[in-house]
């Protein structure tokens, strides 16, 4: 048996220009827009170009992910304005290990403003709440020269290329490997 997740956060963990927030039926804008965009739907549960009702699903299911035992989806939020940019995961299926993965997608119409890398740091922080953990992964493919510059500055270092590692959109895919290990004397 799983053992249960660390509750939700008292405090929206932030950082710089976002907050971490959980996921509001106000939210279905942000599928809407994500959706939109080549790429996303191909990564997650997301389908592409999705109908009201698709998103409003699209965020119910965001917000089960923790009572699902899976991780802390979160909403990227802009802190000023409380709108949804995006979205982090935090995934903690191999918790038991001291393992967890982040996942990170911000809106097209919300790129270039450094909310992915405030929301990497943002929930890298986090994560190192949990006194379990010492090693946060993150997958990258390659290609994603933006993405590759989000986990550099979120303090993650390439470990290796891990060929042929995930299948995308119906084609495998080569992934480059980032981790951050949890810093010295944190919870030692």
Do not use: C
Not at 22 to 34: G, K, P, Q, S, V
Not at 68 to 88: H, K, Q, R, S, Y
Request: glycine content about 12%; charged content about 20%; cysteine-free.
């Amino acid at each position: 048996m799983t053992p249960p997740l660390p509750p939700w956060p008292g405090t929206s963990p932030a950082y710089g220009p976002v907050l971490l927030r959980e996921y509001t039926a106000a939210d279905a804008h942000l599928a809407i827009e994500m959706g939109e965009d080549p790429y996303i739907p191909q990564i997650g549960s997301l389908p592409a170009f999705p109908t009201a009702t698709q998103a409003e699903e699209w965020v119910d299911r965001q917000r089960g992910r923790h009572a699902e035992g899976l991780g802390f989806a979160f909403a990227i939020a802009d802190a000023e304005t409380d709108n949804a940019v995006g979205g982090v995961g935090l995934w903690l299926p191999d918790l038991p290990k001291g393992r967890a993965t982040v996942g990170y997608s911000v809106s097209p119409q919300h790129r270039g403003r450094g909310f992915a890398t405030a929301a990497v740091q943002a929930v890298t922080a986090f994560a190192w709440t949990i006194p379990t953990l010492h090693r946060i992964e993150l997958y990258i493919e390659p290609w994603n020269t933006s993405s590759i510059g989000v986990a550099e500055s979120g303090g993650y270092l390439r470990e290796g290329l891990l060929h042929s590692y995930e299948e995308i959109g119906g084609v495998r895919r080569d992934m480059l490997l980032y981790a951050a290990i949890r810093p010295a004397g944190l919870f030692s």
